[in-house]
């Protein structure tokens, strides 16, 4: 439902609130089908409003703060920069977003699912685009009309049972209910009309205006929510979750949105670290058997045993034979009565040295199979960790089980070498949990952990932050600056689950500049803290 036109109906309405009389600071993109507009609230507060184009995953969200633009990040319709917001509002016919501004300009995002874009209009023509730039500039601009606005429409069939009866019947007969519906309907998708026809009681045209006139009432005032149910992605949703799932409900759509985009970032970003861990198990795997099944044709216990039997049969024929040519016969005074036993040899050497070469090649033998039995047990331990730990991360269902097992270490605690151990070093020993696709927040496991993360790993500019007044882990925001407000606010919710403070309905949270630390020296694990701020939050599990 994120590009559902109610969606986009609640979202407008809301932004409309927040930044009609404010202003459009500036528009950048700074990652690839990202773009970022900038706003300054009539409060004075700044905003961001964060869409992505060509992505089935996302679709927009706020955030609190300032990010600027990169040095090397060009500005995008650097025209209407510190312009006046005049007002927000969802075109009455189609998925479009609109922002009027005091100049006369209008920002179009227009938010259909494969050709979603940023327009620029002026005077009914398109002076600038986010996408297909030469294809739409100076352009007419053809927005979608219709004789009733999308809304009023559906209000109308939902208080007129015998205009909705009408227009059913009046719709092509020869198509399928659902196809029927959806030309009817204005606003409705596929999604909608496919849930209208399941929660109907039958296909007669008063159940099915029944029906409609719930799920149309429910879309008018809507219950915006997030579902994480174990083992699926996030979903969004207008309509209040069903008992089977866990959800988190919000009282406004925005707030839905932005959390949905966190949490399916997260997803996105685990599951991307599980793929690739999954590939790079299954070759160690891969290689481990390779190694193991090379050598099951080669025994050298059995190829030890045979030397030494050669060795004491040629000892037991000293002085009655000497070798000839490259192998000799000899009884077989082990098993009488058997054939002979052909014996390969050295030819320069008397049977004496012939028989010392086989004894020699024995003990060598033996030290080798003594080597491959150690490194054959070592094999199938390795192999056997490597194996579980492909098995949790296929059992992982949920984003907190994915997250330990991509974080789980091996139990063999055998020390890496070459470069596993470089890549090991490279890893920092804390919890990680992606803000944004460029911001991190590590957390402390322990005491000795948490001094470790401040005084070692964080820099003078990263962000500190801790509950205030219980114990907890240290969390340092990399990535951040101060004015990332919406960022530091989400670290601040996970930093006050992680202390001994996470079951209050609110908790004072420590944020500060790690330069403005210093270690206790007469406390241990204490820090003292010369300039801070404090983020009243609820505690949220990541």
């Not at 399941?198 to 029944?210: F, I, K, M, N, S």
């Not at 050669?310 to 002085?319: E, N, P, R, S």
């Not at 500190?464 to 340092?476: I, Y």
């Amino acid at each position: 439902m994120l590009r559902n036109y109610f969606t986009l109906y609640h979202a407008a309405a809301e932004l409309h609130e927040q930044l009609a009389g404010g202003y459009l600071f500036e528009i950048h993109s700074q990652q690839k089908n990202e773009l970022t507009l900038a706003f300054v609230t009539p409060e004075g507060e700044h905003l961001q409003l964060i869409v992505t184009v060509r992505s089935p995953h996302f679709s927009l969200y706020t955030r609190e703060g300032l990010n600027r633009k990169n040095r090397n990040t060009a500005g995008i319709m650097t025209v209407i920069n510190e312009r006046q917001v005049a007002g927000v509002a969802i075109s009455p016919a189609d998925r479009q977003i609109n922002f009027f501004l005091d100049d006369g300009h209008t920002l179009v995002l227009r938010m259909f699912s494969a050709e979603t874009n940023m327009l620029l209009v002026r005077n009914g023509v398109i002076v600038d685009a986010f996408k297909d730039k030469r294809k739409l500039e100076n352009t007419p601009f053809g927005e979608t009309t219709a004789e009733t606005p999308y809304f009023r429409a559906l209000e109308q069939l939902a208080s007129a049972p015998a205009l909705f009866r009408q227009k059913l019947e009046e719709s092509d007969r020869t198509k399928q209910l659902d196809r029927r519906l959806l030309a009817m309907l204005p606003g409705f998708d596929r999604k909608l009309v496919r849930r209208l026809l399941a929660t109907a009681e039958g296909e007669a045209p008063e159940q099915l205006h029944e029906a409609f006139v719930a799920l149309f009432y429910d879309l008018a005032s809507p219950t915006p929510c997030v579902i994480e149910n174990p083992g699926e992605p996030p979903t969004f949703s207008l309509f209040a979750p069903a008992e089977k799932d866990e959800a988190r409900t919000f009282e406004s759509v925005i707030d839905a949105l932005n959390h949905y985009s966190r949490k399916m970032y997260r997803y996105l970003h685990l599951r991307e670290r599980a793929v690739a861990m999954r590939r790079e198990l299954t070759a160690k795997i891969g290689k481990l058997e390779k190694e193991l099944n090379a050598s099951a044709g080669h025994d050298p216990e059995e190829v030890s045993q045979r030397n030494e039997r050669y060795g004491h049969l040629l000892t037991g024929m000293i002085g009655t034979a000497e070798p000839s040519s490259n192998t000799i016969a000899v009884p077989n005074f082990f098993d009488p009565g058997s054939p002979d036993v052909t014996i390969p040899v050295k030819k320069g050497l008397n049977l004496q040295e012939n028989a010392t070469w086989h004894f020699t090649q024995a003990t060598k033998n033996r030290k080798k199979a003594e080597m491959q039995k150690l490194r054959h047990a070592e094999l199938r331990t390795e192999l056997d960790t490597l194996r579980k730990k492909l098995a949790r991360l296929d059992e992982a269902d949920s984003p907190d089980q994915l997250q330990q097992a991509l974080e789980a270490r091996s139990p063999s605690g055998k020390t890496a070498s070459g470069k596993n151990r470089k890549e090991k070093e490279k890893t920092p020993p804390f919890r990680t949990i992606p803000i944004s696709d460029r911001i991190t927040l590590y957390i402390g496991k322990n005491s000795a952990n948490n001094e470790k993360l401040t005084f070692d790993f964080a820099k003078p500019d990263d962000i500190w932050l801790h509950a205030r007044g219980a114990s907890g882990s240290h969390c340092v925001l990399k990535g951040a600056a101060m004015h990332n407000t919406s960022e530091i606010r989400r670290a601040a919710e996970i930093a006050a689950w992680h202390s001994a403070a996470k079951h209050s309905e609110l908790v004072p949270v420590i944020c500060t500049q790690k330069k403005y630390l210093k270690k206790d020296r007469k406390t241990p694990g204490n820090v003292i803290i010369e300039r801070e701020q404090v983020f009243m939050v609820k505690p949220i599990k990541e």
